[in-house]
C-alpha cells in the first residue's frame, strides 16, 4: 500500500510540474506574441493604444472562481519571477468621479476602504491605492458589476471563490487597525474623486507573488506593487476603449460591511438580492412598494406602484430584491397608481410618467438604476432619465 501511496505522490508531483512548465512556458509565448500589438477574433490587430471599438466585438470574458495551482510559497516566487512583464504600453486609466447620494458615497467609500485595508493594508499607501484602482478599473468595464460594493463583493456568497479573498475568507471579521483604517479611507476618498494610480494601468485582475492563480499565463502582466502582480486582460478588453462604463447609480448595503460601516447597518432589509428565491408580492410591499401590479410571464420585467413616502434612495433595494439573482432584469416604478401601465407593452404615456427604472443584462454586464428628475432631485444627471 505505501509503495502505490508512493507512485500516486509522484505522479501527482510530476503532473503539478509540468502544468507550471507549461503555464511559464506560455507566459513567455504569450508576452513575446503581443509585443507589437493584440490579435482580435478577426485576424486584425488591436494597438493597446487605441480606443476604437472592433466592428465585431467579441463576447466579454468570463469572471471565474479564482483558483490555484498547487505548489509551495518559495516556488510560486519563482515561476512568477519567471513570466515576463508585457513590453506593450501601459496607459494609465482616466479618472473616476462618482456623484451619488451621500448614503451611497459613504456606503462607495467603506466598501472600498474594505477593500483597500483587507487587501493591502501591509504593502503600505500604494499598494492599497493599486489595490482600489483595480476595483474602480473593474466597475467601469463591462464584465463585472457597475458598483463599488457590487465589484467589492462578488461571489462573497460563497464559502471560496470570492473575488476579492476578504469578503470570504473570514479576515473582514477582524477589527482594523484605526490608524491603517482611516489611511485606507484617505486613498478610497480621492480615488473616487478622480484619483488616478497610474503604475497599474487598466489592471482589473493581481495576485502576491506567493500564489499561483490558474490565469495568470492567460493574462498580460503589466506591474508589480509591493508582493503584488497585476494583470489586465488580452486583447480589445484589455484597452482603454473598453472601460467606459459608468456606475449604477446607487450603492446597495452589504451585510458583512454593517460592523465597519453604519451606512451599511440597514443591509438585512435588502439581503433578498442575493437569493435565489423569488421575492413575494407581500415581501415587495413591506419594502417601499406599494402594489406589485404586473409580473411579465418569464418573471424577469415587474411594474410596480411605488409608495410615496418612501425615500426614493430606497428604490433601488427594492427593484435588487424583486429581481434576485437573475441574469435579465426589469424593474419599473409609478408613484402614480393611475398612469401606471395596466399590461404589456407599455405605452408612451406610462413610459413619460415612469418614476423609477433599473435594468439589468448580465450577459453583457449591463446594470443601470435611473430616476424620473422630475420627481427626485439627483447628484448626478447621469442618473436622470431622458425626457421622452
Known amino acids: 500500500m505505501f509503495a502505490r501511496l508512493t507512485q500516486h505522490r509522484d505522479a501527482r508531483d510530476w503532473l503539478a510540474a509540468a502544468f507550471v512548465v507549461l503555464l511559464v512556458a506560455a507566459g513567455i509565448w504569450a508576452a513575446q506574441v503581443r509585443s507589437a500589438g493584440f490579435f482580435g477574433e478577426s485576424g ?6 487605441g480606443t476604437a471599438v472592433p466592428r465585431v466585438l467579441p463576447p466579454a470574458p468570463p469572471v471565474e472562481p479564482v483558483k490555484y495551482v498547487e505548489v509551495a510559497p518559495e516556488d510560486a516566487v519563482k515561476i512568477n519571477e519567471a513570466i515576463p512583464f508585457s513590453s506593450g504600453a501601459n496607459p494609465a486609466a482616466k479618472a473616476f468621479k462618482l456623484a451619488v447620494g451621500s448614503d451611497d ?3 462607495a467609500i467603506d466598501c472600498l476602504t474594505a477593500a483597500a485595508y483587507y487587501e493591502a ?40 471563490g470570492c473575488q476579492f479573498t476578504f469578503t470570504c475568507d473570514g479576515a473582514i471579521g477582524r477589527t482594523p487597525i484605526p490608524s491603517l483604517w482611516r489611511q485606507a479611507r484617505d486613498v478610497a476618498a480621492a480615488a473616487l474623486k478622480g484619483k488616478v494610480y497610474k503604475p497599474v494601468g487598466h489592471s482589473t485582475h493581481y495576485h502576491t507573488n506567493w500564489v499561483v492563480p490558474y490565469w495568470s499565463s492567460s493574462l498580460d502582466k503589466v506591474a508589480q506593487v509591493g508582493t503584488h502582480l497585476f494583470f489586465r486582460w488580452q486583447g480589445w478588453w484589455g484597452t482603454p476603449g473598453a472601460f467606459r462604463g459608468g456606475h449604477a447609480g446607487s450603492e446597495t448595503a452589504i451585510a458583512k460591511m454593517a460592523a465597519l460601516s453604519p451606512a451599511h447597518a440597514g ?12 421575492i ?20 424577469d420585467a415587474f411594474v410596480v406602484v411605488l409608495d410615496r413616502k418612501v425615500p426614493a434612495n430606497r428604490y433601488p433595494a427594492l427593484a435588487l430584491a424583486a429581481c434576485g439573482q437573475k441574469e435579465f432584469c426589469k424593474f419599473m416604478g409609478w408613484t402614480d397608481a393611475d ?21 439589468r443584462n448580465k450577459s453583457n454586464g449591463f446594470e443601470k438604476m435611473l430616476w424620473n428628475c422630475k420627481e427626485f432631485a439627483r447628484p448626478d444627471q447621469s442618473q436622470c432619465m431622458k425626457a421622452l
Do not use: W
Open 44 to 49: 486584425t490587430v488591436v494597438q493597446l493604444g
Open 105 to 107: 458615497q459613504t456606503r
Open 121 to 160: 493594508a501591509t504593502e503600505g499607501a500604494d499598494g492599497m491605492r493599486a489595490v482600489v484602482q483595480v476595483v474602480i478599473n473593474r466597475l467601469r468595464h463591462p464584465a463585472f458589476p457597475k458598483t463599488v460594493c457590487g465589484v467589492v463583493f462578488q461571489g462573497s456568497e460563497r464559502s471560496t
Open 267 to 278: 443591509a438585512a432589509e435588502v439581503q433578498l438580492a442575493e437569493a435565489d428565491k423569488a
Open 280 to 299: 413575494t408580492p407581500e415581501q415587495l410591499t413591506e419594502r417601499g412598494a406599494k402594489q406589485l401590479k404586473i409580473v411579465s410571464p418569464g418573471g
Open 339 to 359: 398612469r401606471a401601465p395596466k399590461g404589456f407593452p407599455i405605452t408612451d404615456q406610462a413610459h413619460k410618467a415612469l418614476s423609477f427604472s433599473y435594468l
